[in-house]
């Protein structure tokens, strides 16, 4: 079966950066897209980035574009998310994601994406 594995998450000062990794398993996933989520505390969860597999698309949620960035770590078979320029309000527990049927007006929607990971915390102090 999928498994989604985040790794990355932790304390850092505003300004700071953060690398989350998301290891998947369980089948090839060339044919998915992939994707991260994350949510606050009294907020619904919130679309961050996603991107094909292959990495010929990407999509960004609006606070994200220009900080973060969505890649795939080849050599390790894993799906990145480079956070920089980092603020107190990503505070979270971000979440990676995949599906393998999810359509573009989907993306952005957490109840259309197939498999979770457990999620990682990111705190970002003041």
């Known amino acids: 079966q999928v498994q989604l594995v985040e790794s990355g998450g932790g304390l850092v000062q505003a300004g700071g950066s953060l690398r989350l990794s998301c290891a998947p398993s369980?089948?090839?996933?060339?044919?998915?897209?992939m994707g991260w989520f994350r949510q606050a505390p009294g907020k619904e969860r919130e679309f961050v980035a996603a991107m094909t597999w292959s990495g010929g698309s990407t999509w960004y949620g609006d606070f994200a574009k220009g900080r973060f960035t969505i890649s795939r770590d080849n050599a390790k078979n894993m799906v990145v998310l480079q956070m920089n320029s980092l603020k107190p309000e990503d505070t979270a527990v971000y979440y990676c994601?995949?599906?393998?049927?999810?359509?573009?007006?989907?993306?952005?929607?957490?109840?259309?994406?197939?498999?979770w990971g457990q999620g990682t915390q990111v705190t970002v102090s003041s």
């Open positions: 994601t995949a599906d393998r049927a999810i359509t573009v007006g989907g993306i952005r929607r957490p109840y259309d994406w197939a498999y």
């Open positions: 369980g089948r090839s996933f060339s044919s998915y897209v």
